[in-house]
């Protein structure tokens, strides 16, 4: 599984999962870009999931559709992420910086205490 899945990075990875033999699932916000990512790479191999890594209802959905699809997820890529407003830390509205947190900082940290 890669979050993130929909940009340049994460449909690199992608690509290369698949030349190695894997199947993949991709996660990102931008519906309209996974398709187009979907159609490039082998549509057997890869899978789609419109998702926001920053909800947990999101991602449990995104375990379960990679257990439907696949059987489970063998190797996990955190490649989701946002970059705030540039500026002094000052000057950032707390909601913005919140977001960033949400999606860089906390969903990527949060699973590595549980079981």
Do not use: H, W, Y
Request: glycine content about 12%; some cysteine.
């Amino acid at each position: 599984m890669i979050t993130g899945g929909a940009g340049g990075l994460g449909s690199s990875m992608a690509a290369e999962f698949i030349a190695q033999g894997a199947n993949v699932v991709l996660a990102d916000l931008d519906q309209s870009a996974l398709g187009t990512i979907k159609a490039i790479l082998p549509n057997e191999r890869v899978k789609v999931c419109v998702a926001d890594v920053t909800l947990e209802g999101d991602n449990q959905r995104l375990i379960e559709f990679a257990e439907e699809s696949f059987g489970g997820i063998d190797v996990f890529v955190a490649d989701a992420g946002t970059e705030g407003s540039i500026g002094p830390i000052v000057s950032q509205k707390v909601a913005e910086f919140d977001r960033v947190m949400a999606m860089d900082v906390l969903r990527k940290t949060d699973k590595l205490t549980e079981d």
